[in-house]
Each structure stands twice: as C-alpha cells, then as structure tokens.
C-alpha cells in the first residue's frame, strides 16, 4: 500500500494514515456530516458540521470540535488523500470522510533591492530572530491550548465568512519558492496585498490577539486567534493599534500596510496557520472576478 503525508511537519502522520486506511476503508460518513466550506488541495483546508458530541481525529491525532464544528488544513506537501474519522456518540458507528486533494504547482518569486541584513543576518540579528521565534511560537501555543473557549472570548471566528484584510493587488501567493537578491531562501508561507504605508489593515474574522510585536524578519507582527487552531498573521506593518488579549471583530482596524522587517516595499503579508501548519489565505476569501468574468482566487 501506498503511504500518503497529511502533515509535512508530523513525519509519522505519513504512517498513521496507512494504517488508517486499512482500519476503516470501508466505514461509510456518517450522517449528520455537512460540509460548512473548503479548498480541497495542498494548503488548503476542510470545514464541516459533524454530530454533536463527535469525536474527530486525523492520523490519529485529535483534532477539536468546536461548537459541532471541524477544521482540517492541508500543508503545501499534503495529499494526495486526507482521512478524517468521525466518531458520534455511541452506539452509532465511526465513520471516515476521505478527501482526495487536488495537485497543485508552485512557482518560484525572486524578490529583489532586499537589506543585506535580512538576507544574511549577523549573529546578533540571529538571537534576535530566535527570541522573536520563541515568542511567536509562544503565542501560537496559547492559541492550540485554547481552542475551544467560551462564545465570549470570540472562538468560533473560525466559522465566520472571512474578509480580505487589506485591498490591493497580489503581489506574493502562498506555496511559491522564495529567492531573496537571488539567494533562494523558504518558500512563502501567505499573500502578500501591495498597498501604499498607512493603508488600515483589519481584521478578517472575530479573534484574539495573541501577538503584537516587533520582530526583525516581519517587522511589526500580529497574530490573531480565529479559535479551532486557526490564526493568521499580518507583518511589516507600519503600525500596531491593537494589544494581546484584546478582542476585535470582523472589519476592526489592527493597524496599517507598512515596509518592517525584510520588505521590499510597503506591503500586508497575510498569513494563515492550522495549529504548526502554514496554510493558504485565499481560499478563506470569495473568489475574485476579473475583466474575463472568470472567477480565481489570489
């Protein structure tokens, strides 16, 4: 058989999912399952209704229910099958929804006229990398711990219609492969929307402020947390009016479109993670329409 990787980032998921396939290949979804909205490929996600009580697991690993909800995301490397399986309460039977993702393609962007400092950072700038990734992590952490809260605390935002955070055009999409003054680096881990500095930058769907810094990378950084394991990113702001622990609902200003951190020029990056796992904003948002009439996503 076959093994087929859910998570880039969880190596065994790659042979828990075999042995998944062989436990319940044949367990048929049950009823109550209603999928809510998805984007079925690579970096994208599934989210569904599922009956009351369920219990839901994805390579064996628990995955929370939130108000009889379910979140799944994909990585850039995943597919090309997902089992999720789906346990009512007793004595209904466990079932497995099989999502078989799309193939998808990356490009490779270079991006030029970048500080040699954010290209090869000097040990100092290192430290300071590591302790703002210390603290991102941190804040990533408390949002995984907290995926189920109270309606008060804002944690079904996940369920919202989302908003584009910022107008503008594409200039960055998700998946690509990144060369930095010709020296190829990470692949890009969000979209990036080219707007003048001081363009208000809002928030997509009701959250949590989990982060609100400076960091050397992504100049000002902030981390909202949507509930389900769901947050998003808005870096190289020129600005930050919002503080941790603060609640904003959907369309509230964070801050404004700046050049912080490694940046060519002003810009939002928006990025969007399923607990660790770095997944793709555009398709949270309705599709775009240009001149041909042609739906597409950034």
């Known amino acids: 058989m076959r093994l087929f990787c859910l998570l880039g980032t969880v190596m065994l998921a790659c042979v828990m999912a075999s042995v998944l396939a062989v436990d319940v290949a044949h367990a048929a979804v049950p009823a109550g399952v209603r999928v809510v909205r998805q984007d079925i490929r690579p970096g994208g996600f599934w989210l569904a209704e599922v009956p009351s009580g369920s219990a839901v697991t994805v390579a064996n690993r628990p995955v929370p229910v939130v108000d009889n909800r379910v979140l799944v995301g994909f ?109 190829e680096r990470s692949w890009h881990k969000g979209i990036d929307f080219a707007n003048p500095t001081g363009t208000p930058v809002v928030a997509p769907a009701d959250a949590v402020v989990r982060l609100a810094r400076d960091t050397f990378m992504s100049g000002n950084l902030i981390m909202l947390d949507h509930g389900a394991g769901l947050t998003t990113v808005y870096a190289h702001l020129s600005r930050m009016d919002v503080q941790p622990g603060q609640l904003v609902k959907a369309g509230e200003r964070l801050g404004a479109v700046g050049t912080t951190g490694r940046s060519s020029g002003p810009h939002l990056h928006w990025g969007m993670y399923w607990h660790e796992v770095a997944i793709d904003p555009a398709g949270w948002l309705p599709p775009r329409r240009p001149a041909n009439g042609v739906a597409r996503n950034p």
């Open 75 to 183: 990585d850039r490397f995943a597919g090309p099958r997902v089992w999720v399986k789906i346990c009512p309460p007793t004595p209904t039977p466990c079932g497995v929804q099989t999502l078989v993702l799309e193939p998808r393609t990356y490009a490779t962007q270079n991006v030029k006229n970048i500080a040699k400092a954010h290209v090869n950072p000097d040990p100092v700038q290192q430290a300071r990398m590591a302790r703002d990734n210390a603290a991102t992590a941190a804040a990533r952490r408390a949002a995984m711990a907290a995926t189920i809260r109270p309606a008060a605390e804002a944690g079904v935002g996940f369920a919202m219609p989302f908003v584009q955070p910022a107008p503008g055009a594409v200039t960055g999409v998700y998946g690509s492969r990144r060369a930095y003054n010709g020296q």
